[in-house]
């Protein structure tokens, strides 16, 4: 056995036997790693608070030869979300990041575009505003995924929508123009497709600063969420409480 070490952020935990935590980890060396942490409900040596759900640590770990479970040795917690005060509110966004890298994840694949997005996203969340870091997170997740269609022209006639009206239905990928509009379809504004065309060529952290309230790119959130969840074929959880919480 072969003790490894990487920097990881931690995405979920769930009790096993009277001691043990299975831990979900998004680690930058290997991707998602699944592991046992043996007696860390007792062993505030080697993990203390370093298991809390969105930790950035740096993570010892082991494999075992023909076991799919790591054995998670200890962790060095780098940063904590307990760092800040958590509300109600930041306590959903950080539980939807989690939800987010869970489940787009695949296992043993590392990506260090989503890691480096993470880290940036989870920086954000300690300032008082949620929904840019949130919009952030959505729009480049599926655009690193592979589901972000092209925002700029009809899926269906190749017409350029830049300016005009656009529309999207839960069912179909990408964008239409009036002409080719399905019912029950739902509309995205021209100003959300400009802003999302801004946000995949620069930083979050330029963003900081002006105001967004919930409805601001609410329209673009929504396309993306239906667009994530038709791909993993599952409603995401996290994204329903944020819609209902009026943050």
């Known amino acids: 056995m072969v003790l490894k070490e990487s920097e990881a952020i931690v995405l979920r935990t769930y009790p096993l036997r009277e001691a043990d935590l299975l831990v979900t980890l998004f680690t930058r060396a290997e ?3 699944d592991g046992v942490a043996r007696s860390a409900k007792k062993s505030r040596r080697r993990f203390g608070g370093a298991l809390e759900p969105l930790t950035y ?4 770990y082991e494999d075992r030869e023909r076991r799919e479970l790591a ?6 917690v780098l940063e904590s979300p307990l760092a800040s005060e958590v509300t109600y509110a930041r306590a959903v966004a950080l539980a939807h990041v989690a939800e987010l890298l869970d489940e787009l994840l695949p296992d043993r694949e590392p990506n260090d575009a989503v890691f480096r997005l993470a880290l940036a996203v989870l920086s954000g969340l300690r300032g008082p505003d949620l929904w840019l870091p949130i919009t952030y997170l959505e729009l480049w997740m599926t655009r690193l995924m592979g589901y972000l269609p092209e925002l700029s022209e009809c899926m269906t006639c190749g017409r350029t929508l830049n300016g005009s009206r656009a529309f999207y239905h839960a069912l179909a990928d990408g964008l239409v123009c009036i002409d080719d509009k399905r019912l029950a379809s739902s509309e995205i504004s021209a100003e959300s497709r400009v802003l999302a065309a801004r946000m995949l060529r620069a930083p979050l952290e330029s963003f900081a600063g002006a105001p967004w309230p919930e409805a ?9 969420i239906q667009t994530l969840q038709r791909h993993i074929e599952k409603k995401l959880v996290t994204a329903g409480m944020l819609e209902k919480g009026g943050f």
């Open 71 to 76: 054995r998670l040795d200890s962790c060095e």
């Open 216 to 224: 601001q790119a609410a329209d673009l959130r929504k396309f993306l």
């Open 57 to 60: 640590v740096r993570a010892h």
């Open 31 to 33: 991707g998602k790693v």
